[in-house]
């Protein structure tokens, strides 16, 4: 069964650091979605990214985060300068249409 | 604003014993209701999307059912393997992207 893949499984950064998440979605979804959970908490949306531009971002999503598809089968989540409250499992997911969500086993991020 | 509750937080189960996972919403315009699977570390894993009140769907030992107000998962007959965390979710109103998740319920089964 195809699935989106997420690397690393475990990235442990320093506050101020800039930080790839990086995925590989389903071959032929067309839609792209990054996700976060702190722990304890619910499965939060940050973007969705569409025909190669950012279909909508949440309030999350602030000018820290930026997303690219720098090539066909990889999309990416850049954090600029990490802070300690960016820790978090981060998931991607990628759908044909506009719900039919693959999700990720997602990356945990730990900033120290 | 959009709003999604599941309860109970928590639930533990014997092997067998069925019992019902319920999850509120408040949205306008509802576009589907999603359950989701969360094993401990791994990302959601679909079960189902339920569209209209009245709608029913099932998967083995899962069904889920839709009114205008609430869903409910039920699971009949539990296994240990069925042991997780059971998520809703709902796209937000006004045709918004993204999902907005409940909290989650943590279902736990013992043999």
């Known amino acids: 069964e195809p699935e989106v893949t997420q690397t690393p499984s475990h990235q442990v950064t ?9 995925c590989v979605p389903i071959s032929n979804h067309l839609y792209f979605y990054w996700y976060r959970q702190i722990l304890g908490q619910k499965v939060e949306f940050l973007v969705s990214f569409y025909n190669n531009e950012i279909s909508e971002k949440s309030e999350i999503f602030d000018d820290q985060f930026s997303v690219e598809r720098p090539d066909g089968s990889n999309f990416t989540l850049k954090i600029r300068s990490t802070k300690l409250e960016d820790s978090a499992m981060y998931f991607c997911a990628s759908a044909t249409d506009n719900y039919g969500y693959t999700f990720g086993s997602g990356t945990r991020l730990t900033v120290v | ?20 996972l319920n999850c509120s919403y408040t949205v306008s315009g509802l576009r589907g209701l999603f359950w989701y699977r969360q094993d401990p570390g791994k990302g959601p894993e679909f079960l189902f999307t339920l569209y209209s009140a009245g709608e029913e769907k099932e998967k083995e030992r899962l069904k889920a059912t ?37 909290k ?4 736990i089964i013992q043999p």
Request: hydrophobic fraction near 30%; charge should be negative.
């Open chain 1, 14 to 22: 320093q506050m101020g650091q800039e930080v790839i998440l990086r």
């Open chain 2, 1 to 20: 604003e959009d709003q999604v509750t599941q309860s109970p937080e928590a639930l533990r189960l014997q092997e067998g014993e069925s019992s019902s």
């Open chain 2, 66 to 102: 839709l009114t205008k107000k609430e869903s409910f998962l039920h699971i009949t007959a539990p296994k240990p393997e069925d042991s997780a965390t059971y998520l809703c979710a709902v796209p937000p109103g006004g045709g918004a992207d993204g999902l907005t998740f409940g």
């Open chain 2, 104 to 107: 989650g319920t943590h279902l």
